[in-house]
């Protein structure tokens, strides 16, 4: 089984940052691509930002310039730091990690975080 935690949501002012982690752990041999999705009611959950095992990023145009994405390989965690923060940012945010997990694991495996709230408001 493989597990990935959230942390870091929050209620946040118009221009402020938030910085959310996401930890994998659990039956992993490796992970490839991890990435950050959000989804609000009125939404289909969006790509916000991947990063691949080399730090090669990419960013959805409505974030780019204003968010950015890490990882730790050794602790098997992604960051996103959202700065510059809009109302239009609000969205429930969920990690993606693609793994492989061990013994046995013949491909990777998307696994989800179980969600963060991040509220951007006055």
């Known amino acids: 089984q493989v597990q990935l935690v959230e942390s870091g949501g929050g209620l946040v002012q118009p221009g402020g940052s938030l910085r959310l982690s996401c930890v994998a752990s659990?039956?992993?041999?490796?992970?490839?691509?991890m990435g950050w999705y959000r989804q609000t009611p009125e939404k289909q959950r969006e790509l916000v930002a991947t990063i691949n095992p080399g730090g090669s990023t990419s960013y959805s145009d409505s974030v780019k310039g204003r968010f950015a994405i890490s990882r730790d390989n050794a602790k098997s965690a992604v960051y996103l730091q959202m700065n510059s923060l809009k109302p239009e940012d609000s969205a429930v945010y969920y990690c993606?990690?693609?793994?492989?997990?061990?013994?046995?694991?013949?491909?990777?495996?998307?696994?989800w975080g179980q969600g963060t709230q991040v509220t951007v408001s006055s």
């Open positions: 659990g039956n992993i041999f490796s992970i490839a691509t």
């Open positions: 993606n990690a693609q793994i492989q997990l061990r013994l046995g694991g013949r491909y990777f495996d998307n696994f």
